[in-house]
């Protein structure tokens, strides 16, 4: 059978929030729902009966044929062809999801109950291992649902998910209502888990939580409510989501030939492609996303057409019209706290954080907040700094938030005769592509190869596809997918997934991962050059991708992960971008072919630090208030009011915003993969920069083979069926430490002179 990595855990999570991605709009996106949810069932849905028996009516009414589907609709097909098969995107299309998705769902709800109605006594083979064994004909329903709703977005496609995302709660109602199943469960988690191996205690605690923290015991009008409120929160979720890709798509900025000053040769040319695409011929388009906005603000001198773009940028959801997000934020809120408190909680957060590295929201907090001032202090001085460049300049003007990119990339060029526009050069996509393949090769043994043959489809004609192999047996370690480009329908950001994961329970199965970033695609017969951030963001997600290729794990559940720690490892191989042999080998001059010269490498890193304090506090301001959101919210409270009160609490200045304003924060109200847990990212950092200095003792440096193989070993090939504070411990010898992370970013160490 070829298995997808989504099991019956999985599934579950999948169906909250109509599947809407849980990611957002830059580099701080990570896995897609599919995979985030393989390792928790965030929100799940409970039922009463009465509820279950009308939820199964209607869709035994909606697919009476669903038997006969599961052999003739395309995207219930196991997958086929090589390497273990694969999707058959060539097969597929839209009009065949409604229908598939419910015969999946019929499907796995048949498996469901016989699992729950087996006469024999609860084991973990019979009950947790046949419910990782269910479900994979909706798992590869979602392969195609991910694609469709992340990178080939279409009218016709939101309107099926908003149709569907109520069936999908009552689905997942009727698993985690069911009391046979859960009973199981339970025996097994309470009688037997000192019969199975670690790894298999792992999975049993993980499927337990999911059901016991989820309203897995609630009965009567609680259990009903519980359904009510998920069934209602999977439509805002949708909705949410929907809202902020209308503005993105539909809120280009036009500018002409006249307001071209500043900007460089090769964003002009994309942004004369971009107006081309949108009809536009002749003049220039700053499309509404991340990747176009921000080196717009950082080199247009045209100061009222950078306000613009800011204001459209970060007005996404909040535009007073019909796809205005803010009452559909304060129902999220409402909601989830009310869901919250039927399970006895005192707040959103402090449910949500249980089984996660932080524990409470205190901790989460306390962590935030030891490096808050210390950031905004940062911010102060750059203000003062870009004031007085401003001044100096005579430019008549007060920094405001559409001028901080720009003034900082003046002083950079200043003071570190660092010029961005010089740096892009030597950053070209197709070197950088190559640069992560060596890093892939040294520290993992990989070696990938382009599938041209036309052997393992793809959705769109951009997208690449490599088989990755192990380099000293030649062994095949799994697929790799690369979609680069930005296009209409496409959610802007960049986020890794995965079609199928690393499995043994029943047979071996290869991974199928997937890497997607937005880079504007050049003119035509121009390179595609990109800048230090992005190459940095295009290092993270392939870290991603690494975590999914090397997984060792026995069971589907236990390759997911846990909020707070899966972007580890994705945050510790950005630190290979700036090693040497990337440095020599792959950063070359776009014209000349020469190498960095030595001289722009040291003003790189003299620049290390430079712009923390920006940085920083615009994401640390969206964790905070994403943690008081879910700790402090009253119901009825406007949510600008809300935003805008907190900022002004945490002391937040008034010349950058929060990277996500809440409108627009896709990561924690798009679905609940990131709710109340954006602070992840920071933790994650603490274990980042403290592993990362274990490398810089180490003797061979970042390429010191036996902390790589360790590294490996503990930190990736484990994925969830290790604590990860164990993990961490078995790879480092003792916990993280926060004085590495404040030192990275030149900030003071607390205690230190």
């Not at 009476?64 to 097909?77: I, K, R, S």
């Not at 959103?348 to 030891?370: D, F, K």
């Not at 950001?493 to 290869?510: I, K, L, Y």
């Not at 580890?568 to 014209?591: A, D, M």
Request: aromatic share 10%.
């Amino acid at each position: 059978m070829k298995r997808v990595l989504i099991t019956t855990t999985s599934l579950i999570a999948l169906a909250l929030g109509g599947c809407a991605e849980p990611g957002g709009d830059d580099d701080m996106s990570d896995t897609t729902e599919t995979e985030a949810a393989a390792s928790e069932m965030d929100g799940m849905e409970t039922t009463s009966d009465t509820a279950a028996d009308q939820a199964e009516e209607e869709m035994a009414e909606a697919s009476p044929d669903w038997q006969a589907e599961l052999e003739t609709n395309p995207l219930l097909a196991e997958l086929s062809g090589p390497y273990g098969g694969v999707p058959q995107f060539d097969d597929v299309s839209l009009d065949q999801l409604a229908s598939a998705a419910r015969a999946g769902m019929a499907a796995h709800l048949v498996e469901i109950d016989a699992i729950a109605s087996n006469p024999e006594p609860p084991t973990f083979e019979n009950t947790i291992v046949e419910m990782e064994r269910s479900g994979d004909a909706l798992g590869r329903v979602f392969n195609y649902w991910g694609i469709w709703a992340s990178n080939m977005s279409s009218p016709e496609f939101r309107a099926l998910q908003r149709e569907l995302s109520p069936e999908l709660s009552q689905y997942s109602s009727q698993i985690t209502q069911n009391r046979a199943l859960f009973d199981r469960i339970r025996t097994v988690h309470d009688e037997q888990m000192d019969t199975l191996r670690p790894d298999q205690q792992r999975l049993v605690t993980i499927v337990y939580e999911g059901f016991s923290l989820n309203g897995a015991e609630l009965e009567g009008e609680e259990a009903t409510r519980y359904a009510e409120i998920n069934a209602r929160l999977a439509e805002l979720h949708t909705q949410f989501a929907n809202n902020v890709l209308h503005d993105e798509e539909n809120y280009p900025t036009f500018f002409t030939e006249e307001q071209l000053s500043g900007l460089p040769e090769s964003y002009v040319a994309s942004a004369a492609a971009a107006a081309e695409a949108l009809d536009r011929p002749g003049e220039y388009a700053v499309t509404n996303t991340r990747s176009s906005m921000d080196p717009f603000l950082t080199f247009a001198d045209e100061r009222d057409l950078r306000e613009t773009v800011w204001r459209t940028y970060y007005n996404r959801g909040n535009n007073g019209d019909e796809y205005d997000n803010n009452a559909i934020i304060a129902e999220i809120l409402e909601l989830r706290d009310e869901r919250v408190g039927l399970l006895g909680y005192d707040n959103y957060a402090q449910w949500r954080l249980q089984n996660r590295m932080a524990g409470t929201p205190e901790r989460a907090l306390e962590l935030m907040e030891a490096v808050w001032p210390a950031a905004v202090a940062r911010v102060e001085e750059e203000v003062a700094d870009m004031q007085a460049l401003a001044d100096q300049r005579g430019d008549g003007i007060t920094i405001e938030p559409w001028d901080y990119r720009y003034y900082m990339e003046k002083i950079r060029q200043d003071r570190y005769q660092l010029d961005s526009t010089e740096v892009r050069q030597y950053l070209q996509l197709d070197n950088l592509l190559d640069a992560m393949f060596y890093v892939a090769g040294e520290l993992f043994h990989y070696e990938f190869t382009q599938i041209t043959d036309g052997s393992v489809p793809v959705w769109q004609e951009d997208v690449t596809v490599y088989e990755v192999t192990d380099r000293e047996s030649g062994g095949h370690v799994g697929l790799w997918y690369l979609d680069p480009f930005a296009r209409q329908g496409k959610r802007s950001g960049a986020w890794a997934s995965s079609f199928r994961g690393h499995t043994t329970f029943d047979g071996q199965e290869r991974p199928l991962s997937t890497n997607n970033s937005n880079f504007v695609e050049p003119g035509p017969g121009e390179p595609v050059l990109i800048s230090w951030d992005d190459a940095n963001t295009f290092f993270h997600e392939f870290g991603h991708a690494l975590h999914t290729l090397s997984s060792n794990v026995v069971y589907p559940t236990l390759n997911g992960g846990v909020r707070d720690y899966t972007e580890f490892q994705s945050q510790l191989l950005e630190r290979w971008l700036f090693t040497e042999p990337v440095v020599e080998n792959y950063f070359v001059h776009v014209e000349t072919g020469e190498p960095m010269p030595d001289a722009l490498v040291e003003r790189i890193q003299a620049a290390a630090t430079f712009n923390q304090g920006f940085a920083t506090t615009e994401y640390l301001a969206s964790g905070l208030v994403d943690m008081y959101f879910h700790t402090q919210y009253e119901a009825g409270t406007p949510v600008q009011q809300f935003e805008a009160e907190t900022l002004e609490r945490l002391g937040m200045p008034d010349e950058l915003p929060m990277r996500h304003r809440s409108t627009h924060f896709g990561h924690i109200f798009s679905g609940e993969g990131y709710s109340a847990q954006y602070y992840g990212y920071m933790w994650a950092d603490v274990l980042t920069s403290d592993a990362a200095e274990a490398f810089a003792e180490a003797p061979g440096g970042f390429y010191d083979q036996d902390l790589a193989a360790r590294m490996v070993e503990h930190l990736f090939a484990p994925r969830n069926s290790v604590d990860p504070a164990q993990a961490y411990r078995d790879f480092r010898g003792r916990d993280a430490d926060i004085a590495p992370l404040m030192r990275d970013r030149g900030f003071p160490v607390p205690g230190e002179d």
